[in-house]
């Protein structure tokens, strides 16, 4: 089976998704939670949550990054399959948010790994979130296909 045929498979499936909490107020892991529940059922679209890095398209980070914490970011970024997406949720994993002046904060999740999609709000509403992680499908969606081109290039 080459690329594509996997690409078409693949999409007829859910892209999964890993969130890790990098160290926040712990508001938009709740907004993020009611995402999953039946009011807003991110599932709908295809999308499935799952605990294991090897098995996640997407990454979604909230809170800010510290110093202790970059490692882990980055190692559970590494863990994971190409082609992947990076959502930062909040304020906080964009910028450091109210706690960037901190001495232990280095600052958004993008000091530490590519960011794909910024979902703004402190806390981020539940729609800003799923809008969010739709337009991070898109993307991987655009990976796979550069991925496609690039094997038929070699061929």
């Given at each position: 089976?080459?690329?594509?045929?996997?690409?078409?498979?693949?999409?007829?499936?859910?892209?999964?998704?890993?969130?890790?909490?990098?160290?926040?107020?712990?508001?938009?892991?709740?907004?993020?939670?009611?995402?999953?529940?039946?009011?807003?059922?991110?599932?709908?679209?295809?999308?499935?949550?799952?605990?294991?890095?090897?098995?996640?398209?997407?990454?979604?980070?909230?809170?800010?990054?510290?110093?202790?914490?970059?490692?882990?970011?980055?190692?559970?970024?590494?863990?994971?399959?190409?082609?992947?997406?990076?959502?930062?949720?909040?304020?906080?994993?964009?910028?450091?948010g109210i706690f960037r002046e901190c001495y232990n904060v280095?600052?958004?999740?993008?000091?530490?790994?590519?960011?794909?999609?910024?979902?703004?709000?402190?806390?981020?509403?539940?729609e800003a979130i799923i809008d969010g992680l739709y337009k991070?499908?898109?993307?991987?969606?655009?990976?796979?296909?550069?991925?496609?081109?690039?094997?038929?290039?070699?061929?």
């Amino acid at each position: 089976m080459g690329l594509k045929e996997f690409i078409e498979k693949s999409f007829k499936k859910s892209p999964w998704v890993i969130h890790y909490d990098c160290g926040s107020c712990n508001g938009c892991d709740i907004e993020l939670l009611s995402c999953m529940t039946p009011l807003y059922d991110m599932e709908r679209f295809g999308m499935v949550n799952v605990g294991n890095p090897k098995h996640a398209d997407i990454l979604v980070v909230t809170g800010t990054v510290n110093h202790k914490n970059k490692v882990v970011l980055k190692n559970i970024y590494d863990q994971m399959p190409e082609p992947k997406v990076v959502v930062a949720v909040g304020v906080c994993a964009a910028t450091g948010g109210i706690f960037r002046e901190c001495y232990n904060v280095v600052g958004g999740v993008d000091k530490v790994i590519p960011v794909d999609v910024y979902v703004p709000g402190c806390p981020a509403k539940p729609e800003a979130i799923i809008d969010g992680l739709y337009k991070a499908t898109e993307i991987l969606k655009e990976k796979y296909d550069k991925m496609a081109k690039a094997e038929e290039v070699l061929k």
